[in-house]
């Protein structure tokens, strides 16, 4: 039987190993993302919490870590230097490339997942996805390029450009400006899985003369930050963060640190991803992670329901203009958001399962409230990672209900059940959705909210939007390797 297991040179796998209390434990076997078996084992009071390998159930380090006692929060940012507010959005998405487009369909609660025709996956056992169809680089990619380009980073510099534009940063307005104090940090977990592919088979079928010369660079990870550069001279701080899912938080998080240190005046943040190719998708269903409901794909993602059976794999790319106050002021820009901070950990526990007691994502929530001044009474709304796995959701709902004692006014809402996880876009698309519902004052639905589990007891918005004035929201994104990334945004005060 499959298990996803960390492997060492020699071949032995090492399982986790969750400890009970000093005279015992329990061993859990994984069929990809799902605990399948148990094994009560004897431990003695004097067990040596190190690695070791077997070629059955060996057992793993313990991790002794507590969170942060929940203190009165410092006061927020006050220095228009270090206030970062957001002052333009953009993005790619299978509602299109209009960000109110995109938000309308969120709260009409309209799912974007269709069976697959990009390729022939007749045979997978996964035949659907958040796939974008009809999608257009018309005025923003000349056609040599868009050609050549994998959609990974067309979808960068689509959505990159409409978000510049959206924040009148067009580019007779940056021949304006000083271009080496704006820069670019648009992540991918991913990079460039089809010229990835594509370069691989060459190679297997014809030779390495058959390779493109743009097998590698339109592979690598970093060169959507590159290309948009390019296109637009802007010369700041330039690269990309790959940490799977969580990417574009992470990129969220660091840009904002650029401009707070002073290295920069606006960032051009986010994170773009197109894996739903063969490659990508067989990928996922050796992982076992992805839901198999072929029949009724519009209602496969469904967080936090009982009958949920794994995530929608998605793609797409979100992106946000970060900008100082102080330079957003003196050039009149519309300021529709604020930026208040984030934290990132790692749960250093396992490569695709999350830790049960969810101590590195409410670490992580905590380490973002302090970054941002802000309180856990201060916090009315969180959009949630929620893929719609059976250990992921409830691990994030218990570090939820770990940092906010009352979460009776609290709502909680799950993007990725009308548009799938878009991997390392996901939190750019996500954070739109927040900025979006600060503005209009409306959350959209969670999707697909049939037989919720009985230990989520916080408002999930279930199938129909409602109104909600957003005091603090804070995004969740997290990703294989135990990456964890949490980003707070709030309505602009002056």
Same mark, same amino acid.
């Given at each position: ?128 996805? +958040? ?94 930050? @590159?290309?948009?550069?390019?296109? %637009? ?45 063969? %490659? ?60 208040? +901070? ?49 250990? +992921? ?21 799950? %993007? ?9 876009? @996901? ?68």
């Amino acid at each position: 039987m499959a298990s996803i297991a960390t492997t060492c040179s020699s071949g032995l796998i090492l399982r986790r190993k969750e400890s009970i209390n000093n005279n015992g434990g329990c061993v859990f076997q994984y069929n990809g993302l799902r605990a399948i078996e148990a094994k009560q084992i004897g431990v003695s009071s004097g067990f040596n919490h190190g690695w070791s390998a077997s070629t059955s159930a060996s057992k793993s380090r313990a991790i002794k870590a507590m969170a942060a006692p929940t203190v009165s929060a410092p006061k927020r940012e006050t220095d228009p230097k270090k206030r970062v507010v957001i002052t333009g959005m953009g993005l790619v998405s299978v509602f299109g490339n209009d960000v109110d487009t995109f938000y309308d369909k969120l709260l009409e609660g309209q799912s974007g997942i269709t069976l697959i025709d990009r390729f022939d996956a007749s045979s997978f056992t996964v035949r659907f996805a +958040g796939q974008i169809r009809d999608f257009s680089s018309v005025g923003y990619i000349d056609g040599k390029n868009d050609r050549r380009l994998d959609d990974c980073w067309r979808y960068c510099l689509v959505a990159g450009k409409k978000a510049l534009e959206d924040a009148n940063l067009g580019q007779e307005v940056l021949e304006t400006m000083d271009k080496t104090r704006i820069g670019v940090l648009v992540g991918s977990g991913m990079g460039g899985l089809t010229a990835f592919s594509n370069g691989v088979e060459a190679l297997i079928q014809k030779g390495y003369k058959k390779i493109t010369p743009f097998f590698i660079p339109y592979s690598i990870t970093n060169m959507g930050s @590159a290309l948009l550069a390019i296109d %637009t001279g802007l010369m700041g701080p330039n690269y990309s963060i790959s940490t799977a899912c969580a990417t574009a938080n992470y990129c969220f998080f660091a840009a904002a640190n650029h401009i707070r240190r002073g290295e920069a005046d606006i960032m051009v943040a986010g994170g773009t991803e197109a894996a739903v190719n063969a %490659t990508g998708v067989g990928g996922f269903i050796a992982c076992r992670a992805l839901s198999q409901r072929n029949d009724e794909p519009h209602k496969a993602s469904r967080p936090w329901d009982q009958n949920r059976d794994g995530f929608v794999i998605g793609e797409g790319s979100g992106v946000l203009i970060m900008e100082s106050l102080e330079h957003a002021t003196k050039r009149g820009a519309n300021i529709i958001g604020e930026y208040l +901070g984030g934290g990132i950990t790692c749960d250093a526990h396992h490569m695709t399962d999350p830790r049960k007691d969810g101590l590195g994502v409410s670490s992580c929530i905590t380490k973002c409230l302090e970054d941002a001044g802000v309180s856990p009474e201060e916090v009315n709304y969180v959009n949630c990672h929620a893929t719609s796995t059976l250990a +992921g959701d409830l691990a994030e709902v218990n570090a939820i209900k770990k940092i906010f004692k009352d979460t009776s006014e609290m709502k909680m809402n799950g %993007t990725k059940s009308m548009i799938g996880h878009g991997l390392g876009a @996901a939190g750019g698309l996500e954070a739109i959705a927040c900025i979006k519902a600060i503005n209009t004052g409306w959350l959209h639905p969670t999707i697909n909210q049939d037989n919720l589990e009985p230990q989520v007891d916080i408002d999930t918005v279930p199938n129909v939007k409602k109104q909600h004035e957003v005091n603090v929201a804070i995004s969740n994104s997290f990703g294989f390797g135990g990456h964890n990334s949490v980003v707070a945004f709030a309505p602009f005060k002056p």
